[in-house]
């Protein structure tokens, strides 16, 4: 099945201890991003990657770090956690990032709490 | 910079009524437009798009038009049941600069039975 998978689905964490939201994808998608989804806000990017090797930051980079060494894994990296990142985050995929017109596929979310 | 307005919710109707979600955009260049929804406890789904003027999305009963004349992409459906009762997102998609996708802060609809 054709699918994009976040693991942990919900994690509670305390200020500072560093943590690594993990993402996969199956559809061999060049594309693959990172949001977080905020009451009132809808969904901000935080970062992406056009290909392997190749990130950028979105719109809400600070405090968040990524890396795309192979291109099925995507993982979200948080060096010192903030009670603001207390969040739901969704990683997403899409075929070539040449072309606009695809759609995301997204992963089923992770719940973080950051105490 | 490009953006994304949709209506403020939530949106309750009965079932079997007629749906609107109004969408209108602000984007540079020629961008794909997007309807997404989300269930309670999921990730979004991508529900129908549209990749340029006078283009029509459909999917599942929904249809959307790209109207590049009033920078709009409104959601229909002629006949909601309680099944359809979600988060619906409107996108945008550039172009240019990275295919960045910008999201609609979301609508809520909640359909009785």
């Known amino acids: 099945e054709a699918q994009v998978t976040q693991n942990p689905r919900y994690l509670i964490t305390v200020t500072g201890k560093k943590l690594t939201v993990t993402c996969s994808q199956n559809?061999?998608?060049?594309?693959m991003s990172w949001y977080r989804q905020d009451p009132g806000l809808g969904l901000r990017q935080i970062y992406y990657?056009?290909?392997?090797?190749?990130?950028d930051k979105g719109d809400v980079p600070e405090g968040y770090k990524v890396s795309r060494k192979e291109k099925r894994n995507f993982p979200l990296i948080l060096e010192s956690p903030s009670p603001n990142q207390t969040s739901l985050y969704f990683c997403a995929s899409s075929p070539s990032g040449q072309s606009a017109p695809f759609g995301y596929t997204f992963g089923s979310g992770t719940r973080l709490t950051v105490v | 910079g490009n953006s994304v307005t949709q209506m403020e919710g939530p949106v309750t109707l009965s079932e079997e009524a007629f749906l609107t979600i109004n969408c209108t955009y602000t984007?540079?260049?020629?961008?794909?437009l997007f309807w997404y929804v989300q269930y309670p406890g999921e990730g979004l789904q991508l529900l129908l798009k549209?990749?340029?003027?006078?283009d029509k999305g459909s999917n599942k009963g929904f249809e959307a038009t790209y109207r590049k004349e009033t920078t709009s992409f409104h959601l229909e459906k002629g006949s909601v049941q309680v099944s359809d009762s979600a988060v619906y997102f409107c996108?945008?998609?550039?172009?240019?600069?990275?295919?960045?996708?910008?999201f609609g802060a979301g609508t809520r609809l909640f359909v009785k039975a």
């Open positions: 984007a540079t260049g020629y961008p794909s």
């Open positions: 996108a945008l998609r550039s172009s240019t600069g990275g295919f960045k996708t910008i």
């Open positions: 549209a990749t340029k003027a006078d």
């Open positions: 559809m061999n998608h060049e594309y």
């Open positions: 990657s056009m290909n392997v090797e190749v990130t």
